[in-house]
């Protein structure tokens, strides 16, 4: 069974790392000393729940961490380092740092090895995450020792009200676009002046023409959505940034 390592340093590991053509070896000391780090491991990269839930939402909020004293943000799986960066760029996580922990040693050293014999994976991860502080584990959050993959309480937004309870967490924005929109490009600048982030979804891309006729009833671009509302195109969107500034 998993074990809280909370009071305690972080394993000793050195991490081989592919870097463009080349190996780089990491270190513990290179990733935790004198940084406050975020760490959360899962079992494995490109599986479901790793992809749409765990991995994104970490990488969304790496900028508000970042305002609460976050130096960094860690993501730790027993594969290897082709893997994860391939997982990087497929995901577009550029604001996450992904380690490879091939061989289990770190995984191992924080009790968190677990067999997954079952699924053809072998030995990999539990589902954690973990504040770090100059190289000791200030929290965790171990997910329930329950069968298949729980899902509770290593996500981002857990963390992130440990550490900030009193924040409030932006709503999710996404914006579809084409390339070449002027409407477009005058949308997202209105957010990022507003200093909001957003996801962009990219017709051609990303979906078709056809998949935001059924999400929002129209054809054109840009269509904004907060919180699940459909603001509509650009000029409505200002009205809806006039409204709540």
Known sequence: MPI???G???PQVTFPIRQGDSWVKLTTDDI???KTVIVFSLPGAFTPTCSSSH?????????????YGVDETVCISVNDTFVMN????????????????????FTAGMDMLVDKNELGFGQRSWRYSMLVKNGV??????????????FKVSDADTMLNFIAPEHRVQES?????????????????????????????VLG?????????????RTTVPQVFVGGKHIGGSEELDTYLAAIS
């Open 32 to 34: 935790f000393k004198d």
């Open 137 to 150: 584990v200030a929290k965790m959050f171990i997910e329930p020792n329950e069968p298949g993959d729980p």
């Open 86 to 105: 391939a997982w990087k760029n497929d995901q577009e996580a550029d604001n996450i740092t992904f380690i490879p922990d091939g061989n289990g040693e």
């Open 4 to 6: 809280n390592k909370e």
């Open 8 to 10: 305690q340093p972080v």
């Open 173 to 201: 924005i996404t914006v579809f676009t084409k390339p070449g929109c002027p409407f477009c490009a005058k949308a997202k600048q209105a957010l990022i002046d507003q200093g909001l982030q957003y996801e962009e979804v």
């Open 205 to 217: 891309k990303d979906a078709t023409t056809v998949s935001l006729r059924a999400i929002s009833g």
């Open 55 to 67: 991995l994104p939402r970490y990488n969304e909020l790496d900028a508000v961490f970042k305002q």
